[in-house]
């Protein structure tokens, strides 16, 4: 296998959203769970995602994981490197994202591109500032995510404080002149010293800008609209790769399973809707922690329904809930108890052969497919933007079709959706 990109993500549901996109402007991809075990078959792709759980991590832990995911997908012909950031710029004071960066750019003597926008999902750079919308990110709802808040719509702050080399910034206008003069300037920001360049982008244009003049370098950081930069710039001039083929939905649905742990105000929403149509079972986590409600009990609810059609299990509460349960508990510790239940939920009902799972929230998500134990994804058609259809491979639930969905994605209605999505 010899690869025209690789790339490395720091959540499992940031993954699938990057590959989704590289798959979407023509690239064959592969999502792998972690660097792949030796002896692992891969099939003939040009990109490789490897997902990695490194966003909540001490920085020392993530630089190590990381470095290794690199050498991977260098050694398998990558020349190209994304490090793939959720397109809040989710982190906390102390990195991951700058060290990271840093780390990754050091054996090239590369100055990354670092930029977050993904105006498909209204996630905007402007003058150095991430926008949600028309909103700056720290008065945006997106703020107040339980474990990483953003107070801060600062790039260039964000990421200095993350960095040891100072961090330059490459205006909208000069992006607007086109690939040469952004060539010069970055030049010019690397004989004054930076170690990195924060990159407006307000449209997919500005991102196919970025994404050819990056493939000059060894490395990059972003969301997936620099991926999907990145993958036009790639396939430029050359006849379309094609998929690697297109997954049908069963005609029956039994076995469908969603289970959300997501406390986005999309999947509360979405939630809301599907609890119309399919029995969704309220999970919480004081429940829980009285021993009023258990993993078993819910299995044996989800058995239940399963057997007759989808089944839904939620931990999701509103975000006042959750803070006051992380004052209450430790933020740690509702967060691990949360995801091991949703976790350890999905590891027996998978084990007893589910058809379609379909999990909500990027640590949730994570939590889930360790458990399962699956080593890699073919990336199918995409449900919404930045959610691909995933047809597990290797040795563990090879038949099982999964959905990982950041909590902020999706239309209202997608659960349901994604239950009769072909």
């Not at 080399?165 to 690397?190: H, W």
Request: glycine fraction near 10%; proline fraction near 5%.
């Amino acid at each position: 296998m010899s690869l025209y990109l690789g790339a490395i993500a720091d959540d499992y549901t940031g993954a699938s959203d990057l590959a989704s996109t590289l798959a979407g402007n023509g690239l064959r991809v592969v999502q792998t769970i972690g660097v792949p075990p030796e002896g692992m078959v891969l099939p003939d792709v040009d990109a490789v995602v490897v997902a990695l759980k490194s966003r909540s991590v001490s920085a020392d832990v993530a630089v190590r994981q990381s470095l290794a995911a690199d050498a991977w997908l260098r050694s398998h012909g990558a020349a190209h490197v994304l490090f793939k950031i959720c397109s809040t710029f989710d982190s906390t004071a102390e990195g991951n994202i700058g060290p990271v960066t840093e780390a990754l750019a050091m054996p090239h003597r590369a100055m990354p591109i670092v930029c977050p926008a993904f105006p498909r999902n209204r996630r905007t750079v402007y003058q150095g500032h991430l926008f949600v919308g028309g909103d700056r990110l720290d008065e945006s709802p997106l703020k107040d995510h339980p474990i990483t808040p953003m107070r801060d719509s600062s790039l260039l702050r964000l990421m200095t404080a993350q960095s040891r080399l100072p961090v330059g910034l490459l205006s909208l206008a000069v992006i607007r002149a086109g690939d040469d003069v952004v060539r010069t300037e970055l030049s010019r920001l690397r004989l004054s010293g930076c170690g990195s360049v924060i990159a407006d982008a307000v449209t997919d244009s500005d991102l196919e800008v970025l994404g050819r003049v990056a493939l000059d370098d060894h490395v990059s950081t972003g969301a997936s609209g620099l991926g999907l930069g990145l993958a036009r710039a790639i396939v430029v001039d050359r006849e379309s790769l094609g998929d690697v083929g297109m997954m049908r939905a069963p005609d029956d649905l039994r076995g469908s399973l969603v289970l959300a742990g997501s406390c986005s105000a999309a999947t509360l929403e979405q939630l809301d809707i599907a609890e119309h149509e399919w029995p969704v079972l309220r999970l919480g986590a004081e429940e829980l922690i009285a021993g009023t409600a258990s993993v078993k009990a819910a299995v044996d609810w989800a058995r239940r329904h399963l057997a007759e059609g989808p089944a839904i299990v939620a931990t999701s509460a509103s975000p006042d809930r959750v803070a006051a349960l992380q004052a209450s508990h430790g933020v740690q510790c509702v967060s691990a108890l949360l995801e091991g239940a949703i976790a350890e939920i999905a590891s027996q009902l998978a084990d007893e052969g589910l058809s379609r799972l379909i999990v909500a929230g990027g640590e949730t998500s994570g939590a889930v497919v360790d458990r399962l134990g699956i080593e890699a994804f073919l990336i199918g058609r995409e449900l919404a933007p930045g959610v691909p259809m995933l047809h597990a491979l290797g040795r563990r639930h090879a038949n099982l079709r999964l959905v990982l969905k950041s909590g902020n994605f999706g239309s209202p209605g997608f659960f349901t959706e994604a239950i009769i999505a072909e």
